[in-house]
């Protein structure tokens, strides 16, 4: 079986520097490690949806703007049953081996609100400055599954 899941690169200006946030993925048996906030999209449930409920249960932030949701196409068939959104997303990632095959989209995202001292499964989420992200990174404490997204995000940043 494969897992279907959103991600939320979430966003913001503070003091002149980017940050973005990350969250301790605490898991029964695997290693501790920063990532990105999201996960499964639960059976007929839109993108746009899972994520935001998504990044609410892990960190209790409310996302407010997903980058492309105004230019996606939600259709319902005019002959038959099927019901389809179509977003671009910010970038996509497969497992291609490992414990669990997973593909996966991420998201530009803007988010408010408090954060959850814990979330579902998470905990310590915050706001990390660039350079937080880049050690996190360098001493491996990044997840395996959001660093090559979060490395992508980082060189069109031009650093």
């Known amino acids: 079986m494969i897992h279907v899941n959103v991600r939320g690169i979430i966003v913001r200006e503070n003091n002149n520097q980017k940050e973005i946030v990350v969250q301790l993925r605490k898991r029964v048996g695997e290693p501790e490690c920063f990532e990105l906030p999201g996960g499964r999209i639960e059976e007929y449930e839109s993108i746009t949806e899972a994520l935001r409920r998504e ?38 990632y497969q497992t291609l081996f490992g414990p669990v095959d997973s593909f ?19 905990e310590k989420a915050h706001w990390a400055t660039i350079s937080e992200i ?26």
């Not at 998201?107 to 959850?116: Q, V, W």
């Open 55 to 92: 990044i609410l249960e892990e960190t209790g932030l409310y996302v407010t703007t997903i980058q492309n949701e105004k230019d996606q196409i939600v259709k319902k068939s005019d002959v038959s049953l099927f019901e389809v959104q179509c977003i671009k997303p910010y970038a996509a």
């Open 134 to 159: 880049q050690d996190y990174i360098k001493f491996n404490k990044f997840s395996d599954i959001d660093r090559p997204a979060i490395i992508m995000y980082l060189n069109e940043l031009k650093l």
């Open 104 to 122: 996966g989209l991420y998201f530009l995202c803007i988010a408010e609100g408090d954060f959850l001292e814990i979330g579902d499964d998470t």
